[in-house]
């Protein structure tokens, strides 16, 4: 069966998918583990309670899957309410964009940012932001695609990847 014939499921992420979740992010930083990223659940210890850390956050975690498999995440994106004091508007942050690579060119990962944007709209948000490590370079050109505008500004975190990541914005 060809991966366009299946129908696809989306939901908001439960804790109970934190398994799923795992998998399906583990599995894309594998992807880049020649370029130096490294998945470790100590870095990310949010993905264990993934619709409580969203909740705590007031934003969600959108979930896509098959009818074949429901249980299997294939694609996630979320967002989480922000206001840090450099941006003096009130926005949102687009997090933990994955889409299984079975699965890229299907039109999901556009699906589901366009999820979180129109939540902006509904939350009358002016502004959404978000942070991309340097080396996904696929989801840079979705998100220039998108509209978003990638900023000056970098930041690099202490992490066993050495991540530098780009800020997007995108007015709403």
């Not at 594998?30 to 993905?47: C, N, S, T």
């Amino acid at each position: 069966m060809n991966k366009l014939d299946q129908k696809f499921e989306q939901k908001i992420v439960k804790d109970d998918d934190s398994s799923s979740l795992i998998d399906l992010i583990k599995s894309c930083y594998e992807e880049y583990a020649d370029r130096g990223i490294v998945f470790d659940i100590q870095e990310e210890p949010d993905l264990l309670k993934p619709a409580s850390y969203f909740k705590l956050h007031n934003g969600h975690l959108f979930g896509v899957s098959t009818t074949i498999d429901p249980e299997r995440l294939i694609a996630v994106c979320g967002f989480i309410q922000s206001n840090p004091d450099y941006l003096k508007v009130h926005s949102m942050e687009l997090k933990k964009l994955y889409v299984c690579s079975d699965y890229r060119g299907c039109g999901l990962a556009q699906h589901l940012v366009k999820e979180v944007i129109q939540e902006a709209h509904i939350r009358k948000v002016s502004e959404l932001l978000l942070w991309t490590d340097t080396r996904f370079t696929k989801a840079h050109q979705l998100y220039n695609k998108l509209g978003f505008i990638k900023q000056k500004t970098t930041r690099k975190l202490s992490d066993k990847s050495n991540t530098e990541e780009f800020c997007y914005r995108l007015t709403i």
